[in-house]
């Protein structure tokens, strides 16, 4: 039976782990909003003042394919940031239910005003 809790324990850690955003994956998702801020520069910068040529154009393109494939890699860390952390809190107010019956602050959160 204890082994079992254990298990249960074990995995609901591996779980939880495994589901939150790593440190590299929160440096790669700063680094991709710095590209893509460059890359919008150089775009604006490409229009404002580069010679309409088929080149310009081409490499517009290309920089614009870019962009979009960066902005599509950071909504899905944000999706996944913000998955988490909706279920943190919703696991926080099922816990608060629980415990007190009623998903307010138990008595020793309370504050005396409230």
């Known amino acids: 039976m204890r082994s079992e809790i254990m298990d249960q324990i074990v995995q609901t850690i591996e ?3 495994k589901s939150r955003p790593t440190p590299i994956e ?3 998702a700063y680094q991709a909003r710095v590209a893509m801020d460059r890359i919008r520069f150089a775009i604006k910068h490409l229009e404002q003042f580069g010679p309409q040529t088929d080149q310009m154009r081409e490499a ?3 920089l614009l394919d ?3 494939r ?3 890699v950071d909504r ?3 999706d ?3 998955i988490r952390c909706l279920s943190r809190s919703s696991d926080t107010i099922e816990g608060r239910k629980a415990i007190n019956g009623k998903g307010s602050k ?3 959160e309370r504050t005396l005003g409230s």
Request: charged share 30%.
């Open 26 to 28: 929160f440096e790669m």
């Open 106 to 108: 138990p008595l020793h």
């Open 70 to 72: 960066l902005e599509t």
């Open 60 to 62: 517009g393109l290309q």
């Open 80 to 82: 996944r940031a913000r």
């Open 15 to 17: 779980t939880e782990v």
């Open 66 to 68: 870019a962009l979009e």
């Open 76 to 78: 899905r860390f944000q």
